[in-house]
């Protein structure tokens, strides 16, 4: 059953990933990107998470803190310093 | 092993199961919702499902898996770090995204910071008016840092 369940949850965040990574790409402000990138940051643990959960095991539970301190500083940092420079207000 | 642990442990593997696929459902959830909502409030909105209830049912999950009662707390205080900063991180998205205009007004139900901003761009026109009024002493105060920050002028900087 774990089998079956690590495939199907691996198919599901690769869709996910290759949505973020869409938004991330088409942006259309920096706003959206970050927001995308937290995003993707969220799916890569959600694969750590399964990847402990399948195999029993806690080694990558530091790794997903870090992770979320590195989402947590980056979206702090590029949102402190945007800033808009879009010609028209309405494009996104 | 007698049938009863078998059984209990066939529903251990079940109910982590079902919250794996449903936490890794979280994820799509929020790339569809980044995909196909119009504007960055509400692409935030669909952004806060994985991080919050999505990471919480994997490490429910995880734990179920690991079957053992010291892993609990630790895993309590890795969705708590998680609960304490994506609001933070939110909080600041949103504040930069209305600053800088990323918003359809239409769609809000409700503007609760468009009085303040009001107010605000009120007083600045005041002092814009009275140009001879500006007191070099004053320009660390912290009304004029506040309007520096993140004044209603900040958006067309």
């Known amino acids: ?92 | 092993m007698n049938p009863e642990t078998l059984l209990g442990d066939t529903v251990i593997d079940a109910v982590s199961a079902v919250f794996m696929v449903v936490g890794a459902l979280m994820s799509l959830g929020a790339a569809i919702g980044l995909l196909r909502f119009p504007d960055l409030m509400s692409r935030m909105h669909a952004a806060t499902k994985p991080q919050v209830l999505g990471l919480f049912l994997l490490l429910f999950a995880l734990g179920l898996q690991l079957r053992t009662w010291w892993a609990w707390p630790v895993l309590v205080v890795a969705w708590l770090f998680q609960l304490l900063t994506v609001p933070v991180s939110a909080h600041m998205v949103g504040r930069a995204g209305y600053r800088t205009k990323h918003l359809h007004p239409e769609l809000l139900s409700s503007d609760e910071l468009e009085a303040v901003v009001q107010q605000a761009a009120g007083k600045r026109g005041f002092d814009d008016e009275n140009p001879a009024g500006f007191n070099p002493d004053d320009a660390g105060s912290p009304d004029r840092r506040g309007r520096l920050d993140g004044g209603p002028g900040a958006g067309s900087a």
């Open chain 1, 1 to 92: 059953m774990m089998q079956l369940v690590l495939t199907v949850t691996a198919v599901v965040l690769s869709l996910a990933a290759a949505g973020a990574i869409i938004r991330i790409a088409i942006g259309p402000s920096l706003l959206d990107r970050v927001l995308a990138a937290d995003v993707l940051l969220a799916i890569f643990g959600a694969a750590l998470c399964i990847d402990m959960a399948v195999n029993r095991h806690l080694n990558n539970l530091m790794l997903l803190v870090a992770l979320s301190i590195i989402g947590f500083v980056g979206s702090v940092t590029v949102a402190r310093f945007v800033a808009d420079r879009r010609e028209s207000v309405r494009e996104s």
